[in-house]
């Protein structure tokens, strides 16, 4: 994809897949691979900084004799995912808007 992330995109992302199910750090990054060129690392400090703001709780999980470290969404979590899927919702709409009609309003 050519269009940007930003740190409100990345934390959308990031709760709307672990409001589903928890998840680890690189099942994470595949998933928002689909959307951005993004490196694995760039994802790690929002995952951080999405635990420090108490969005997310994480634990880690035996798994074929490594740990992983799972990120689990907290209930201010996901208000904040209702929060930015709601502005997604609304951002998206009006740039639809201006790419449908050329931005000009029918009256």
């Known amino acids: 994809m050519i269009f940007p992330m930003n740190a409100p995109m ?3 992302l990031v709760l709307s897949v672990t409001a589903k199910t928890d998840a680890y750090g690189y099942q994470l990054s595949q998933i928002i691979k689909r959307v951005s060129h ?3 690392s760039t994802l790690y400090p929002v995952l951080k900084r999405l635990q420090e703001q108490g969005f997310l709780t994480v634990y ?3 798994y074929q004799g490594r740990n992983r ?3 689990r969404i907290t209930e201010s979590g996901r208000q904040h ?3 930015l899927s709601e502005e997604w ?3 998206r709409d009006t740039v639809d808007q201006i790419v449908k009609t050329g ?3 029918h009256e």
């Open 38 to 40: 993004t490196k694995d």
């Open 103 to 105: 931005g000009v309003q």
């Open 89 to 91: 919702n609304t951002y």
């Open 69 to 71: 470290r799972y990120y």
């Open 81 to 83: 995912c209702r929060t």
């Open 10 to 12: 990345f934390d959308l």
């Open 60 to 62: 880690d999980q035996s």
